[in-house]
């Protein structure tokens, strides 16, 4: 029997409502085919258009084994290549940003520019022809403020995430806004076990003392029913699209991704300990409404969100083996704001610094507990881990069509 055999038959076989069978969480050939299947053929957040700004701005990153570079171009076009030299295969980028007027590999300086094709290659010879050797490029997807790319040679139809989530996202013009903050963690565990933490707030109270200041533990909040029916979120979904900011629960028919915007706790306007903005200035101009609580994203498997009225956080989920997780963590503030004047760094990230790494001690724990050959799945709670089930169906799912070779989506072939 296959891994990709194994994996299907546990998958249809699994009782609903119970965590996954552990090779899921430990298995190294069981994590090569969530890559294969998941990370390789979906759509992915890289990151934000304001951190490529200007022409010749790029930044790298790397998805399972494939390096990838994203440059903005002269003709202020964003894009995705994978970053390998086509001479003998060295990653032409090298930084985790930069910025080049031209892409130079520094291993026999071949010389790219930044459309991708090949400007120049050092004594080639005269039949060598330069066009067909250009940066392989990769499919590259930006909208309001967020990068997406993904590295399968066909890729899936983007045009129905972007037109669900683009109204949540298009009033904060997160294009223009900045970087403040950067932090990249490596969790041991997992990938699905960092996002079943992440979906719910079960274990918020005796966890994340900094974080439950501001952040209600309601499963409403975090979960995927009851926000309809929960007097304080309906009645500020009706103040916020009152004001032009849409904010009602909306989830994707295969349940990828999802929008809604939240209040915080006690009338709190940003995550901070005092609950009070921490940029003097609001993240855009043309957001100004106080206590908008904060817009949750989400989109499987590699990115959840936080936009505030001051500022936003953004992560990045990225698997590194089966045991190990990156997070990337961004804080984005207003073009204008200056640091030191105003907003401080340390009021600004010290609750999700304090919430990541505590998070990345419990996905640890997590880990280490299911690495026991007495681990068994074991049930979730209805009532506060309602969007750990919804992940977990989700990853089943798309697993199920995928490996029984069921799914037939809108496909798209790599220019």
Not at 141 to 168: L, M, N, W
Not at 228 to 251: K, M, N, Q, Y
Request: hydrophobic fraction near 35%; charged fraction near 25%.
């Amino acid at each position: 029997m296959t891994v990709r055999t194994t994996m299907l038959s546990q998958l249809r076989n699994r009782r609903e409502g119970f965590s996954l069978p552990r090779g899921f969480y430990t298995d190294p050939e069981f994590h090569k085919v969530d890559l294969e299947t998941i990370y390789y053929k979906d759509w992915l957040f890289a990151g934000h258009d304001c951190e490529i700004a200007t022409p010749g701005q790029f930044f790298t990153f790397k998805i399972g084994d494939y390096p990838v570079v994203v440059v903005r171009g002269n003709d202020g076009a964003i894009r995705a290549f994978h970053n390998s030299c086509r001479h003998r295969g060295s990653r032409v980028c090298t930084t985790d940003h930069g910025k080049m007027r031209r892409l130079i590999c520094p291993y026999h300086q071949w010389v790219y520019n930044l459309d991708g094709t090949l400007f120049g290659a050092r004594h080639m010879g005269e039949d060598f022809d330069k066009s067909e050797f250009g940066l392989k490029p990769i499919h590259c997807e930006s909208f309001a403020g967020y990068i997406f790319v993904c590295v399968a040679d066909v890729a899936p139809d983007f045009e129905a995430f972007r037109a669900s989530t683009e109204p949540y996202l298009a009033p904060h013009l997160l294009k223009d806004v900045k970087v403040a903050f950067e932090s990249t963690i490596v969790e041991n565990g997992n990938w699905k076990l960092v996002w079943e933490n992440n979906r719910e707030c079960y274990h918020c109270a005796s966890n994340h003392p900094e974080l439950c200041r501001t952040y209600p533990e309601a499963p409403a909040s975090t979960g995927v029913s009851g926000g309809a029916d929960d007097p304080e979120i309906s009645a500020h979904w009706a103040r916020c699209e009152a004001v032009g900011l849409p904010s009602t629960f909306r989830i994707s028919a295969d349940g990828q991704y999802r929008s809604a915007r939240m209040p915080l706790l006690r009338d709190a306007e940003s995550y901070t300990m005092s609950g009070k903005r921490a940029v003097a200035l609001p993240l855009t101009d043309s957001v100004t409404e106080p206590k908008i609580g904060t817009m949750l994203l989400f989109h499987y498997p590699s990115t959840w969100n936080h936009v505030l009225g001051d500022s936003a956080v953004t992560f990045r989920v990225l698997p590194l083996s089966a045991t190990e997780t990156q997070v990337t963590t961004k804080w984005l503030v207003n073009a204008k704001a200056v640091e030191g004047v105003d907003y401080s760094v340390d009021e600004l990230t010290k609750v999700w610094i304090s919430t990541n790494d505590q998070d990345r001690q419990i996905v640890e724990e997590n880990q280490r507990g299911i690495l026991s050959p007495a681990y068994q799945p074991g049930p979730y709670s209805p009532e506060h881990e309602g969007g750990v089930m919804q992940f977990v169906e989700w990853y089943a799912n798309a697993m199920e069509r995928r490996l029984g070779g069921e799914e037939t989506p809108k496909l798209r072939s790599v220019a």
